[in-house]
């Protein structure tokens, strides 16, 4: 005998769900008609997981900024630099430690959501791109670095594509001026605490929150941060305080 049993559903699952139930002498089964979900089967609803339980949230030490005054990360960034070699691809890998770029050094880092982005690409980087050498050659700077959550070869390219100029000298690690570093894993930006997770709103998933600062010999001289802090899942991109302009008016101001 067939019988056909609608019921509702438990709290914590929303609509009903049919259940056909075949019993004969000898057994009784129960089979779940799509689309419906078995609340006493595990391995569906493993199956019919919602997307939304995949995402990942931004622990509270990863989005907390450090301070002015505070160490900058200590890890490793994953670049490409140019070889000798008539190859169409003429690069190779090369660790380079965060220490290397900042240890007995004074640099400008500014740091954004992503390449090929809009702001990103029409003002914030060409900003300091048009300001390197003020900074470089009279602000008492020795470099200036971009930093996103891209890789090493969507940064040489967004770079290419903005115009920038290459260093070809084997061995040399990117553009003539503004140094453009890949944080692909994020590591020197939960690091610095300014992890954001931007895959609800523009389906980033995670990325560096907009800021700059001054390192000096690896500490945070001077930091600017847009909006206050770190915003999870911002609507907003705001770029109020991290461009050249400011930073040139700040490295001025304590001449």
Known sequence: MIRTVLRNSARSLAGARTIVQISNKS?????LLAPFQLVANPQLQQQHRSLSSYRITVPPEHCTPIKEGDAVPEMEFVTRVRIESDDENPFDWK????????????????????????TCSSTHLPGYEAAYD??????????????????A????????????????????????????LPDGAAEFTRGMGMSTMWDVERGFGERSWRYSCVVHDGKVEKMFIEGGGVIQNSKEDPFECSDAGTMVEYLKSVM
């Open 153 to 180: 070869f969507v940064m040489r390219s967004w770079g290419l594509n903005l115009g920038l100029t290459e260093d070809k000298t084997p061995g040399a690690n990117g553009f003539e001026k503004v140094k453009l």
């Open 27 to 31: 057994s009784t089964s129960t089979k």
């Open 95 to 118: 660790i380079v430690p965060s220490s290397t770029l900042f240890k007995g050094k004074r640099v400008v880092l500014f740091a954004l959501p992503g390449a090929f982005t809009p």
């Open 134 to 151: 003020e900074i470089v050659n009279e602000l008492d700077v020795d470099e200036v670095y971009c930093l996103s959550v891209n890789d």
